[in-house]
């Protein structure tokens, strides 16, 4: 088993930053990529990025590549989301998830944390 805790939403004015938070406990080293997913009222989760344990790997949406920043601690049981120059449409909660496999897939993760919510006003 894996737990998951994010913690750092907020509101944040446009062009405004946040970091986000991802505590990671439990059997960590079954899975071996971390992944940031949002979900905005109405519409599908969608992958943000995803950072692979050994952190040499990371990976990013279109959306988010140059404004977001994917890393982890040397512990390797925290997983940061730092966004920059956010945008209303940026709004949603956000999620980490573990797993193992193609990274930008939803089915790849097994474990979820429960979302904080991000609120970018114009």
């Known amino acids: 088993q894996v737990q998951l805790v994010e913690s750092g939403g907020g509101l944040v004015q446009a062009g405004g930053s946040l970091r986000l938070s991802c505590t990671a406990s439990?059997?960590?080293?079954?899975?071996?990529?971390m992944g940031w997913f949002r979900q905005a009222p109405g519409k599908e989760r969608e992958f943000v990025a995803a950072?692979?344990?050994?952190?040499?790997?990371?990976y990013y949406a279109d959306s988010v590549k140059g404004r977001f920043t994917i890393s982890r601690d040397n512990a390797q049981t925290t997983v940061y989301l730092q966004m920059t120059s956010l945008k209303p449409e940026d709004t949603a909660v956000y999620y980490c998830?573990?797993?193992?496999?193609?990274?930008?897939?939803?089915?790849?993760?097994?474990?979820w944390g429960q979302g904080t919510q991000v609120t970018v006003s114009s």
């Open positions: 998830a573990a797993g193992s496999g193609t990274v930008r897939l939803t089915r790849t993760y097994d474990y």
């Open positions: 439990g059997r960590t080293y079954s899975r071996n990529v």
């Open positions: 950072i692979t344990w050994s952190g040499i790997s990371t």
